[in-house]
């Protein structure tokens, strides 16, 4: 039954790209990123995009009917980097794992916090649909702490769950509007970002770690761990800010471009630009995706 639902999941997702749900956007996006590929070869990441999508909604929904067992054999991990994250669980200090709309980021929480793991996630707002309120009851029933983001909230919201011991998870790659926005470059474009987990970290001195899920041919999940990642200290806050969310970014744009179809391309990653005369928002420097890694 659940190799059934998850095919009719990327059924789903194959229907909604024939019926040209957001196909512009993931269009305009592959364009902006990939300048040298073919037209054909971005329709066909647009259209495996949404077939992955669609597999990953229907195995987060179906996560909570899955054993122990089941659970445990869903994830494959570098075994190194399992002893390190354990480790830093260990040390006491709070943990922050900055991830991304890749792969099943869902399950990436979900089975986690099943696992015993307190995880609370840092999440946009879906809505008040019925397709909001759906998720999230899925969330909920995976018991994770869902913290929406909220004007002059979120930071608060973030240091209470860390507080109360529980792994924060933030996703770093949606467009942030408004003047609280900084600008890394995404794909050589400046991507108007949160600089929530910078200030967290630099505030907190929590652990940080770079996650992501990888989905296997054999249907389990590569965990892909980088870290322990400190922000710089140089004693520009505003530049230190700025090269900390540059680190992250670049570290999944690597990733996205082993995996092109693992990223969700529907978002409008690039909407919000940056001000006309720079104003504070300072262009990034590029950091080599590989330091700090373990």
Not at 61 to 85: C, G, I, N, S, W
Not at 119 to 124: P, Q, W
Not at 174 to 202: C, D, E, K, S, W
Not at 235 to 256: C, H, K, S, T, Y
Request: glycine share 10%.
């Amino acid at each position: 039954m659940r190799r059934f639902l998850v095919g009719m999941g990327r059924g789903l997702g194959w229907l909604l790209w024939i019926l040209h749900v957001r196909r512009g956007v993931i269009m305009e996006n592959l364009r902006l990123a990939f300048p040298e590929w073919t037209e054909a070869k971005r329709r066909d990441v647009g259209k495996r995009t949404f077939v992955n999508i669609g597999q990953m909604a229907l195995e987060f929904l179906l996560v909570t009917k899955l054993d122990e067992a089941e659970l445990e054999q869903m994830f494959v991990y570098d075994p190194h980097m399992r002893e390190v994250t354990l480790a830093a669980l260990k040390s006491g200090r709070p943990m922050l794992v900055c991830t991304a709309h890749f792969g099943n980021f869902e399950n990436l929480a979900a089975v986690h916090n099943l696992q015993g793991y307190a995880i609370a996630m840092v999440v946009r707002r879906m809505g008040g649909g019925w397709f909001g309120r759906f998720w999230n009851k899925g969330r909920s029933k995976a018991g994770l702490e869902v913290l929406e983001v909220t004007r002059g909230e979120t930071l608060k919201a973030a240091q209470r769950a860390m507080r109360e011991g529980k792994i924060l998870g933030y996703v770093i790659d949606q467009n942030m509007p408004g003047h609280r926005a900084i600008f890394p470059t995404f794909f050589g474009v400046p991507a108007a970002t949160a600089p929530t987990p910078a200030y967290l970290a630099m505030r907190s001195g929590a652990v940080v770690f770079f996650a992501l899920d990888v989905p296997l041919e054999d249907g389990r999940h590569q965990i892909v761990l980088e870290g322990p990642l400190e922000p710089p200290d140089t004693g520009d806050r505003e530049a230190d800010v700025l090269a900390f969310m540059q680190d992250l970014n670049d570290r999944l744009e690597r990733w996205i471009r082993l995996y092109p179809d693992r990223w969700y391309w529907l978002h409008r990653r690039w909407k919000t630009r940056p001000p006309a005369d720079g104003g504070r928002k300072r262009k990034a420097r590029r950091i080599d995706p590989t330091e700090g890694a373990e």
